[in-house]
C-alpha cells in the first residue's frame, strides 16, 4: 500500500542573494568551457531557488546527441518520460503557448490547480515517487514548433513545500541569457574541438609527412609520417623546436621560404607556395619541401594561432612502370625526356643530371627545355614537384 505524501508546508529560504545569483551565473558559465560542469550549475540554480530537484534539457547540444543534466533526478526515469509521460505531463500541455519565445517562465499553479494535479496520472504514477509536485521553468532557447525543440530550465519543490511565485521567475528571467550564452559557446568549442580531431585524423592517415611551422620555423604540428621524417634526421630534423635541414644554408632557405608565403600573393590575391630541395645524408638525393601558407586569421584549422606556413615533404623514390606511363602520357614526354626527369628526381643539377645519364650538357639543357614546355612548368623544384603531385 502506498503511503500519501505528508502536506505540511515547508518555508522556503526566502529571497535569492545576490551572492547567489553571481556565483549561479559564474558556474554556468565555467559550464561553457567543460560540459560536465553543468551538474554543479544546475546544482547551484537549484539551491538558490530552494529547489529539490531541477534539470536542463537542450535538444541540439551536441551533434546528433541531446544534453540533458539534472540535479536529484535519476536518469533511469527519463525513457519512460520519453515514451509515455511527456504526453501526459500536465504542465507542459498547459504551458506550451506561454513557453513559446525565450526568456519566457510559468510556474505549475499557472497552468494547472492542485487539486487537477493531485488526480493527474502523471503525479499518481510518475511524479509522486520522487515528490515532484511544484515546478517552475524557463525557456532557454528553441529550434523549432515542437516542445522537443526547446531548451528549457525547470526547478521543482516537493508537495510539502510552498509555492513558486513571480520572484523565482524574475531570477529565472536574469539567468536565461547567460544559460543561453553558456550553451551556444560551448556548441561552438566543441564542433571546433571536432573539426581539428577529425582534420588531425585525417593528416594521421596520410603517408606524405606535413607540419605546420610558425614563422621562426618552430614546429607547431607534425602529422605521424612527419615525426618519423624528423626523426630519422636525414635530411631535415630538428633542433628540439625548430625544423632544420642538414646544412645552415638550407635551414636559411627554409626560414625564407616560410616569410615569403606569410606575406606573398599573386596577382589575383591568392597566396602562392615555395618549394625547394634538401639533400638527404644517406643517399644524396634531396627531399622536395612544399611550403604554402595557412588561412590567416583563422586559426581552426589546426587549431594552432602561431602556425603559418604547411610545410609538405615529398620523400624520393624511384617510380615504377605504371607511374612512368602516367608521367609519359599526361605530358606527351619522349623517352629520352622521361630519363631526364627520372634523373632530376635524384638530385642534383643539371651537369650531374647529365652525367648520371652519359649524355652532354647541351643534349641535357635541350631536354630539359622541352620538358619545361610540356608541363608549364620553369624551374626544376617546380618540375618535381609536379611529378610528386602526379604520381603520389
Sequence with gaps: MRHDVKTHRRKTRGRVTGEELIEAIGSIYEAALDISQWQ??????????????????APEMRVGRELWVAHNIDAAMMPGYAEYYRHKDLWVLRSFDRLRDPGATSFDT???????????????????????????????????????????????????????????????????????RSLKLSLLLSSATSERSMFHAMLGAVSTPMLACSANTEIQYANPSAEALLRKNDGLGTDGRRLVAATPGHTNQLVRAIGKVAGAASPDGTQTGQTLQVPQRSSGRPLTVTVA???????????????????????????????????????????????????????????????????????????????????????????????????H
Design 293 to 391: 601558407p595557412l588561412p590567416r586569421n583563422d586559426d581552426r584549422l589546426l587549431g594552432m594561432q602561431r602556425a603559418i606556413a604547411l610545410v609538405v615533404v615529398h620523400v624520393p623514390r624511384q617510380l615504377h612502370e605504371t607511374e612512368l606511363a602516367i608521367l609519359r602520357e599526361a605530358h606527351a614526354l619522349t623517352a629520352a625526356e622521361l630519363r631526364v626527369v627520372c634523373s632530376m628526381l635524384d638530385g642534383g643539377g643539371l651537369p650531374q643530371v647529365a652525367a648520371r645519364l652519359g649524355i652532354g650538357h647541351s643534349t641535357a639543357r635541350t631536354h630539359l627545355k622541352h620538358i619545361f614546355a610540356k608541363t608549364h612548368t620553369r624551374r626544376q623544384a617546380e618540375l618535381v614537384e609536379l611529378v610528386h603531385r602526379l604520381v
Design 110 to 180: 499557472m497552468e494547472v490547480t492542485e487539486a487537477e494535479y493531485l488526480r493527474s496520472e502523471f503525479w499518481n504514477d510518475f511524479t509522486r515517487p520522487i515528490d515532484v509536485f511544484r515546478a517552475a521553468c524557463v525557456t532557454i532557447d528553441t529550434s523549432g514548433p515542437s516542445p522537443r525543440d526547446r531548451t528549457y530550465l525547470a526547478v521543482y519543490r516537493p508537495r510539502r513545500s510552498e509555492a513558486f511565485d513571480q520572484q523565482t521567475l524574475a531570477f529565472l528571467r536574469t539567468i536565461q541569457p547567460h544559460v543561453q
Design 40 to 57: 554543479a550549475a544546475i546544482g547551484r540554480i537549484a539551491h538558490a531557488l530552494d529547489a529539490h530537484r531541477a534539470q536542463l534539457f
